[in-house]
C-alpha cells in the first residue's frame, strides 16, 4: 500500500528532490503546506497538485482566479511521502540523503519565491523542525520503523545537536525523560482550536 501511495502521489515517478511540484507534494503531506492565495505561481502549483498530485480541490472563485485546496490526512498517504524522503518501505538501507536538496528546494523554490503560507508566527518553520528532527531519529533507529515511537531524549539530541548541550543541562533532563517516547509522522491542521482541558 506505501509504494501504491507514493506512486499516487509523484504521478507514477520517481522522486526529484529539486522539483518543487514534487517537495510541495511530499511535504504537504508531512507538514500541511499551503500555497498563498495571491501569487500566480502558487495558484498554477496548487492547479497541478488536484491534478497530479493527490491535492483534494475544495473550492474555486468567480473566474477561476482562485483555488482552495488542501492536502488529505491520510497516514498511508504520510507514509508514500516518508518512502519517498527516506527510502523507507523499500528493499534498501534507508538514507536521509534526500534530505538537504528537499530542504534547499523548499527553503529556496517555495518560501523564498513566496508561493507558500509560512504562517505568522513561523509555525511551517517549527513543524519542519520537529519532524525533521524526529524522522532523522528514526532513521538512525536500527529498523527504521516510521510508526514505531522512538524516544524523546534522542529526538531532543536530533533537534538540538548532542554535542552542544551545556554542560550538565542534558543531565537534568535525562532521569525525568528517560522512559518517554514520541511519535508522529505528520502534522494536521484543524479548523477549531483544541479544548484547553481535553476530554477522556
Known sequence: MVKIAK????????????????VFTILSQCVCLEPTLA????????????????RLLTGISHKRSMINTYSPSEPILSLGAISALYNAYENGPLTLDALRPVLTTFTQGLCKAGIIEKGQL????????LLTARDVT????????????????DVLDSLLCRDKWEEG??????????????????WIVTEENLPDVPDE
Open 7 to 22: 506512486a499516487k502521489l509523484l504521478n507514477n515517478k520517481p522522486f526529484n528532490s529539486s522539483s518543487r511540484d514534487h
Open 39 to 54: 501569487n500566480r505561481e502558487a495558484i498554477s502549483l496548487a492547479d497541478r497538485s488536484v491534478a497530479n498530485h493527490m
Open 122 to 129: 513561523g509555525e511551517v518553520a517549527a513543524r519542519v523542525l
Open 138 to 153: 528514526a532513521v538512525k533507529q536500527e529498523n527504521g520503523d516510521f510508526l514505531k515511537p522512538v524516544r524523546l531524549l
Open 169 to 186: 543541562e542534558r543531565e537534568k533532563i535525562e532521569a525525568p525523560f528517560a522512559g518517554a517516547y514520541v511519535n508522529f509522522t505528520h
